[in-house]
């Protein structure tokens, strides 16, 4: 199997060297980013967990769960872990937040367990479902979760 790339104004085949990566941010108008600059981004990325909002356990109904991670304090952190996960035990609450992962940007959600924290992460369909919530707008105002 082969793939070829076709570039119909020249008329011609693109070797695979020739390419490069970027977008189109206006019409005709593109920014192009080598690997190295892609690398250190998204390796930028990895390293934090933005949390967007505080809710009820029972905000997110579990069928929007798809896989879980335990997570553990970095270096010096694990006096902010505890506490979070102190806090989030008594009032019964999770964090909603975002997280880039292998250059994908994702909604998780950190709840306690067992002493600790885990992170189930959330399917799309939680935001297309839940408008309420406010990572599906541009205000940082808290908002009400979804009933189920």
Known sequence: MRNRFFYPVCNRVVERHELVRGFEYSKGKFATFTEAEL????????????LKEFVPVSAVDPVYFESA??????EGGEKPYRLLAIALGKTQRVAVAKLVSRGK????????????????????????????????????????????
């Open 39 to 50: 690398h250190a981004i998204e390796a930028e990325a990895n390293k934090n967990i933005d």
């Open 69 to 74: 991670y335990y997570l553990g304090p970095d």
């Open 105 to 148: 940007e994702q909604i998780i959600m950190i709840r306690p367990y067992r002493g600790g924290l885990v992170l189930p992460t959330l399917g799309k369909g939680l935001l297309s479902e839940c408008p309420a919530t406010s990572l599906n707008r541009k205000s940082t105002a808290t908002s009400t979760a979804c009933e189920s």
